[in-house]
Structures are given as C-alpha cells and as structure tokens.
C-alpha cells in the first residue's frame, strides 16, 4: 500500500468553527508532513513530524495545531481560521525525515479548505 | 539568498512534441534534487530525483532530468509529450544541512496542444 489518504476531500467552515483534518499512511513511514498550498502555487511547509515528535513548525500560526496520535496517523486541528486560510492542505509521508533529507515524500490527495 | 527558480510559469507544447522544463538553484552546495506533478485537484507525484553520482537520471512516465554543476540547473525532459502530462511541474531542492525541509519552485504549468 503506497497511498497516503485524507479525510475530508473539500471542508467549509466558518470563522468560529473547529474542525480537523486527518492523514494516514500503512507505509511504515516514520516522517510525517503538512504543506499548505494557495491557487497557482507551491507547496508551503507547515509542520514536520519525525518519529511521532514535533520537528519542524513552519512559524505557523496557533490557530493551527497538529497532532501525531500514532506512526500511521496525522492530524491538523483547526480553529478560529482566517478566510486567508482558504487552501488545499497536503498530508506526505517519507521513510524519514531526519538523516538525509534523500527520501521521496509522498503525497496524499489533500483537502480543499474554504473559510467563511 | 538561497533559492529556487522555474523560470517558465506556462509552457505549451504540442502532443508529441519534446519538452523541457527549466530548473535553477542557488545554493552553497548541491542539495538534493527532486521533480514533481500536479494534475488539477491532486497531490504531487514524484517523478525523479537526483542525489549524486551520474548527472542524467530517468524517471517514471517516461520523464528524464540532467544535473549540470556549472549551471546549477536541474532540466526536465520528455521527448515526446501525451496529452495526459499537463499539469503543474515543481522542482524542489532539500539541503542535506536541513532534510526534511522541502522548498519548491514555483512551478510550470504545462498545456498540451492536440
């Protein structure tokens, strides 16, 4: 299995809601990412899991809050969002994260994000 | 600055036609290279890398790169297009100093003409 899935694939929310993304992975994967990806542009680099700890935060801001519950699984929480926080969220998994920097990440499908 | 540069943000190309994608970093030293696609509502897909030793390397659908070290450019190829590769193209670098930390260009969107 070489498929990274998300749940949901389109979200809408309003201002004063709370809500959360989710990422799994059956690869074995001990990195785990999430990118945040504006219309007509790249991917931009949120949060890096690493062995289920916190490696790498992005300066993002709280109103985001990952969470790592097991290897296989990620988490994005979401509250009191901006409409400038409107995107399509990417999860991606890699072998690792730490050594090399050498390992493929792969994506998942993403999830369409729309603030109202 | 360090930086990461796809100098085409639209290329059109006509089926069958070849195809080359531009790539330019700027680096002290040569990260890890990478190449991604993007069809419209999806994630990206990896296509090929490159991390040392021979400066041409091939990837999937048929898709190959050239690492030039004077040039600090990492160009995609295909020799001939099928309507099925447009999409958005990314080049991304990791620094050895920094893995895990993925920066993308800003992408090329390719469109392919019948």
């Known amino acids: 299995d070489t498929e990274v899935t998300q749940t949901p694939k389109h979200l809408v929310m309003g201002m004063t809601n709370k809500k959360s993304l989710k990422c799994e992975q059956h690869m074995g994967h001990r990195a785990m990412y999430w990118y945040k990806q504006k219309a007509k542009k790249p991917p931009e680099l949120m949060f890096v899991y690493s062995y289920e700890k916190l490696s790498i935060n992005e300066s993002v801001p709280s109103r985001f809050s990952p969470e790592c519950p097991n290897s296989s699984l990620l988490n994005l929480h979401l509250h009191a969002l901006q409409p400038e926080d409107s995107a399509l969220y990417l999860c991606a998994s890699s072998q690792e994260s730490g050594s090399s920097g050498r390992d493929e990440q792969f994506f998942g499908p993403g999830t369409r994000l729309t603030v109202l | 600055a360090q930086s990461v540069t796809q100098p085409d943000i639209h290329i059109t190309v006509s089926e069958g036609a070849s195809l080359e994608l531009r790539c330019n970093y700027s680096?002290?030293?040569?990260?890890?290279l990478f190449w991604y696609v993007q069809s419209p509502g999806q994630g990206l897909q990896l296509l090929l890398k490159y991390f040392s030793g021979d400066t041409l390397v091939q990837g999937i659908k048929g898709f190959e790169a050239e690492f030039k070290r004077s040039q600090s450019s990492f160009n995609l190829r295909k020799p001939s297009v099928h309507w099925s590769d447009a999409a958005e193209y990314f080049c991304a670098v990791v620094l050895n100093t920094n893995a895990g930390k993925s920066t993308f260009g800003d992408g090329t969107t390719l469109t392919v003409k019948p």
């Open positions: 680096y002290g030293a040569t990260p890890y």
